[in-house]
Nanobody, 116 residues
């Protein structure tokens, strides 16, 4: 059974940083594309970033100067480094296998709140 577990969310001040982790099990991690998406209150789920099995990453335009996606195949974990956080980044962040438009297993999400 494939499992995806996010961690690393919390409360951050504007301008602060958080690093989200996405750990998987039950699957060959190195073969996976992994996607981060977020859902703010009252809004639809939106794509944030994808890292492909070859290590290449895509970042949504509005956050590309602040967020960095990476992966550690040895740890079966992907990361989303979020810098210079803004209140508009407040959302539940989800990690899922696959790429946007063809998502597979999704985790339970981790809450990110940016507030002073």
């Amino acid at each position: 059974e494939v499992q995806v577990v996010e961690s690393g969310g919390g409360l951050a001040q504007p301008g602060g940083s958080l690093r989200l982790s996405c750990a998987t099990s039950g699957v060959t991690f190195s073969n996976l594309d992994l996607t981060w998406a977020r859902q703010a209150p009252g809004k639809e789920l939106e794509w944030v970033s994808t890292i492909y099995e070859n290590g290449v990453g895509d970042i949504e335009y509005s956050v590309k100067d602040r967020f960095i996606i990476s992966r550690d195949n040895a740890k079966s974990t992907a990361y989303l480094q979020m810098n210079n956080l803004k209140p508009s980044d407040t959302a539940v962040y989800y990690c899922a296998t696959g790429h946007w438009g063809s998502l597979g297993v999704r985790g339970q999400g981790t809450q990110v709140t940016v507030s002073s």
